[in-house]
């Protein structure tokens, strides 16, 4: 037991006479912590863009494809028009189903975004999932609601935006919103997509 006290003796009257000298005191022995390095996972989603009444981010309505796609930066996947149609979408290759987010083309410009996913924004605040009332809060005497051309119960909230863009919400029969989307008219109202 004398000798163990006098070991601490001694480490800690070096550690004095180290931190005297400008130096950093001993330290008791202890196993180094195991370092790990970081592997990027091809999952990971990127920083998304802001979503606007002009357009995502960079991209803005009325571009055509290939500005779109150097605005981008990025790999897009996407499919062809259907047969007599011009109209198609892009998607980011990281999202994990088309319907995530998809950016509407016709005629060769880019026209409209569609979002289902938690992880976006739209303008002014709104998300899925929110109560429809939350929305009504947001938007304010900006919103026009009719009835879903489908499902009898649920319906869309239009929020008119600047002098371009337009916001449509499409509110389930629990009211929530299901999803949304900016656009200019006509492409806005397409209920099917490009279908």
């Avoid at 195991?34 to 989603?45: D, E, G, M, N, R």
């Avoid at 026009?144 to 600047?162: C, F, H, I, M, N």
Wanted: aromatic share 8%; with cysteine; hydrophobic share 35%.
């Amino acid at each position: 037991m004398k000798l163990h006290h006098m070991m601490a003796i001694a480490l800690l009257a070096a550690g004095l006479a180290a931190c005297s000298a400008g130096e950093p005191a001993p330290q008791a022995s202890a196993p180094p912590a195991p370092v790990t390095a970081a592997t990027p996972s091809a999952s990971v989603t990127p920083p998304l863009a802001p979503a606007t009444y002009e357009g995502y981010g960079d991209m803005r309505f009325d571009m055509d494809e290939s500005t779109f796609r150097k605005a981008w930066g990025g790999d897009l996947k996407g499919q062809s028009p259907a047969a007599g149609s011009t109209c198609t979408y892009l998607y980011p290759t990281w999202v994990k189903a088309p319907a995530e987010i998809g950016f509407m083309f016709e005629g060769g410009k880019f026209v409209r975004y569609d979002v289902t996913t938690t992880k976006e924004t739209a303008p002014g605040g709104g998300m899925v999932g929110m109560e429809k009332a939350r929305l009504l809060s947001l938007y304010a005497g900006k919103t026009q609601e009719q009835p879903d051309k489908y499902v009898p119960g649920a319906s869309t909230l239009r929020v008119a935006g600047d002098d371009h863009g337009v916001l449509l919400f499409e509110i389930g029969t629990e009211g929530k919103v299901n999803k949304w989307r900016v656009g200019i008219p006509p492409q806005i109202d397409y209920v099917e997509g490009c279908g």
